[in-house]
């Protein structure tokens, strides 16, 4: 078959084979290529040696950015593209990085030594496609499978476990048995890998096509680093509201809202705190009042624990607290949830109720849906007629107060509040002169 290569590919092929050496694009850009999707980014290999690799691009930009596994950084045009050489690598103490490796000018050994057969492949132009696990095959029948022994492939590299699932989400590809049953047999190594790199896996897994099935099908894998989810498995709600226990609706859930990872990690996390707040009456119907902050508190932890950036934090436990708020269609309760939680994350709020609602039961369905269309139109005619619902908006400001006679403090910023919340509610026009004679109300009856 033949791979289009990029020019900048081509000339650091170019350039080691005008040294002696070979060179072939490996992994991930030769899988992509190959399903017709367009490569991130070109990985190259080599049977030349670090320095060699160097010699050979001595009027070049060059840098050491994994010399010690073989890999040399090349510049060209601002673009960096990262050329490694074949090696062996040796045994992995740490379930994430070879403690030695020992360079090879033998392509098949350095394929050997790759996760999945659909990574390992390599292609140039004169020997063309280089695919001696199948990868290839594997590909066509939508199928992942470790490249030889499967636990033998976890062991050296936990962060597998997590890839695998992921490829298979976002790739659409049925995980082999016999790699499967590894995934399960090894995931507690997962406990061994960094929260930042896992952190970096799950959010692709989750913006998959299939993330809604890994999830469900490799639950206790997940519960490996996010533990807090187990109370969630098989809970039975009880309610006319769900059809599904609490971790079917939200994995329910996650697939029915768009592939972000701050919209499906919310939807993730938004239920976690269902069964702390559990009551049931004495016909065994469940309510779960209060649990949205109850999700909140634990998706706080669970995402520091994770190292995601605190206004990834801020913003998934914020539209998390406010998941479950009756959205009415009125404009008023609009105006008060955008001055709470601010416009992009109001929009959003939507985006999540309507999944929330699309992984529920049938009932009321219908209505729930009604009303939340509602909000929607009452959420755009807020903003296209400049409703206020934020300080800024008033036309009115703090030395604006002050030269009524109040006191610069706490009671300029008391009355701003309360003349923002009469806006909003419509008793109050938004307007200098009825703000400043309000105003003077407050300021006397405060």
Known sequence: MKIELPEKVKVISEKLKVGGFEAFAVGGCVRDSITGAVPNDWDICTDAKPEQIKHCFCGFNTFDSGIKHGTISIVI????????TYRIDGEYTDNRRPDSVTFTTDIIKDLARRDFTINAMAYNDECGLIDPFGGRDDLAEKTLRCVGNPNLRFGEDALRII???????VLNLKIEKSTSLSIYKNAELLKNISAERISAELNRLLCGDRAEEILNCYRNVFAVFIPEIKPMFDYDQHTKHHNRD??????CSVGCIEKTPLLRMTMLLHDIGKPDACKRDSDGTCHFKGHPKHSAQKAELILRR???PTEFIEACTTLIKYHDVRLSGAKRQLRHIMNA???ENTALLMKIQRADILAQSEYKRREKLEKLDLACRAYDEVLADKDCFTLKQLDI???DIMRIGVEEGIKVGRILKMLLSLVMEDKLENEKSALLKKAEELRDEL
């Open 77 to 84: 045009d601002k673009e960096v593209f990262e050329v490694t």
């Open 163 to 169: 890839r695998a699932l992921r490829f298979a989400s």
């Open 246 to 251: 609490v971790w079917k609706h939200t994995t």
């Open 306 to 308: 994770l190292k995601y």
């Open 341 to 343: 939680i601010g416009e």
């Open 397 to 399: 400001n703090g030395a």
